[in-house]
């Protein structure tokens, strides 16, 4: 039992070393933030303001645009991981990082944990724009909670999946393109911004099991006091399935892409 303690306090350890790295990084470079901020804003404003008179549906468009843009802001900054962890190859910091006596999988363990900690930081700055131009929370303090962690926990789930593909291109131009180029259509074709019964029956039939879709209907009903057009405690449950079965796939390719870099 000793033995196990001591190899857990050397892997936190290892981990929050390697979280303090990233997050210094932020500090040293704070436009990083800045502009990682200004899109899911851009989204939000353009489509509530531009577009929202064209496509809205009957009540208050920003309380069904905020959830979906907020699902769309942990996707795309998940996808900054892969562009680090490939920055980090080329500069052969991973290398470096190898050769120490330290747990291997607190490298990709601390990258993303801190692209998660961003999220925290970039969700909040969204939810006080949000009710700066109307959006209101209908649901109690339990169902935000919930929705919180869902948004946190299916960013972090697709960090993985970024991961993956950085450790697979090894280079920073080529992982920003790979990685940003299946999310657009994962994103569009989705409930974020219209309900899926407007789509063509072959586009709605996708964007239904899309885990986008599942993870945004659930965020939705929980901050709008379920708004009775889906199912919440099935969307809340799939969610978690998704995000477990993301989890399940993409970390052993991941930490075995790692380990053959």
């Not at 040293?28 to 496509?55: D, E, K």
């Not at 979906?68 to 052969?92: S, W, Y």
């Not at 993303?112 to 925290?120: G, L």
């Not at 063509?200 to 039939?205: F, Y």
Request: net charge positive; glycine share 8%.
């Amino acid at each position: 039992m000793k033995k196990i303690l001591n190899h857990t306090a050397w892997f936190v350890s290892d981990l929050l070393v390697m979280v303090e790295r990233n997050m210094i990084k932020y500090v040293r470079l704070p436009q990083l933030m800045v502009f990682s901020s200004i899109q899911p804003v851009m989204f939000l404003l353009l489509f509530t303001y531009v577009f929202g008179g064209a496509i809205s549906r009957g009540g208050n468009y920003i309380d069904y645009l905020l959830p979906g843009i907020l699902a769309q802001t942990v996707m795309f900054g998940a996808m900054m991981t892969g562009v680090g962890l490939a920055e980090d190859l080329q500069k052969g910091i991973i290398d470096r990082f190898k050769s120490l006596p330290m747990a291997h999988s607190a490298f990709l363990l601390g990258r993303t944990f801190t692209d998660m900690i961003r999220n925290v930081f970039v969700v909040l700055l969204m939810l006080g724009i949000g009710y700066c131009i109307g959006f209101r929370l209908h649901g109690g303090l339990g169902d935000f909670l919930t929705a919180f962690s869902i948004l946190l926990f299916f960013g972090f789930a697709f960090s993985w999946v970024s991961a993956t593909i950085g450790m697979a291109v090894k280079n920073v131009e080529t992982a920003q393109v790979s990685g940003f180029i299946w999310v657009f259509p994962l994103v569009f074709a989705s409930s974020i911004f219209v309900p899926t019964e407007t789509m063509p029956e072959w586009l709605r039939a996708f964007a239904d099991i899309n885990p986008i879709s599942v993870v945004v209907n659930a965020v939705r009903g929980l901050m709008l006091a379920n708004v009775g057009e889906y199912d919440l405690a099935q969307s809340v449950v799939l969610s978690f399935v998704w995000i477990a079965g993301i989890l399940a796939v993409f970390i052993p390719i991941a930490v075995r892409l790692y380990r053959r870099s």
